[in-house]
């Protein structure tokens, strides 16, 4: 093969310009005369000339957070139902059965499904459809 021979490959950009390097567009190479924009490392991504990015602005309107809010672990009474009837459902059991992943957060049971075994619930919390579940199933509920 011969240096005659050689071609670009099928879908190579054949528009690039190599600018700033004398002929017809050297000099300033497509920037203007003097000023930021014209020197080499003049301008940053997200640099607003001064003003406050709108990265550092977004906080201000993505509304409040309560760092002192408990986030509870959700479980909910249809996942209840796969205990045996007059067992103890306590943290312990409920990460034995795959149901909590880790202990360190406090757990809670949503009234999503239905419970139909007597069962004893040792728990953080409940809301009240789930509670009212438990007992109507003949169990109880202890808030630990």
Request: charged content about 30%; proline content about 5%.
């Given at each position: 093969?011969?240096?005659?021979?050689?071609?670009?490959?099928?879908?190579?950009?054949?528009?690039?310009?190599?600018?700033g390097r004398g002929g017809k567009?050297?000099?300033?190479?497509?920037?203007?005369?003097?000023?930021?924009?014209?020197?080499?490392?003049?301008?940053?991504?997200?640099?607003?000339?001064?003003?406050?990015?709108?990265?550092?602005?977004?906080?201000?309107?993505?509304?409040?957070?309560?760092?002192?809010?408990?986030?509870?672990?959700?479980?909910?009474?249809?996942?209840?139902?796969?205990?045996?009837?007059?067992?103890?459902?306590?943290?312990?059991?409920?990460?034995?059965?795959?149901?909590?992943?880790?202990?360190?957060?406090p757990i809670k049971v949503l009234?999503?499904?239905?419970?139909?075994?007597?069962?004893?619930?040792?728990?953080?919390?409940?809301?009240?459809?789930?509670?009212?579940?438990?007992?109507?199933?003949?169990?109880?509920?202890?808030?630990?």
């Amino acid at each position: 093969m011969q240096p005659n021979q050689l071609r670009s490959n099928p879908g190579a950009r054949k528009d690039c310009r190599r600018v700033g390097r004398g002929g017809k567009l050297g000099a300033q190479a497509t920037r203007g005369h003097k000023g930021q924009r014209s020197r080499s490392g003049g301008t940053k991504p997200g640099f607003e000339g001064g003003q406050t990015p709108w990265y550092r602005q977004l906080p201000k309107y993505r509304g409040f957070k309560n760092h002192f809010r408990t986030e509870y672990v959700e479980v909910n009474l249809k996942q209840l139902e796969q205990f045996d009837a007059d067992s103890t459902v306590t943290p312990e059991a409920l990460r034995e059965k795959g149901f909590v992943r880790h202990l360190r957060q406090p757990i809670k049971v949503l009234g999503t499904g239905t419970l139909s075994k007597k069962l004893t619930v040792q728990l953080h919390a409940t809301t009240a459809s789930a509670r009212e579940a438990i007992e109507k199933a003949g169990g109880k509920v202890e808030v630990i």
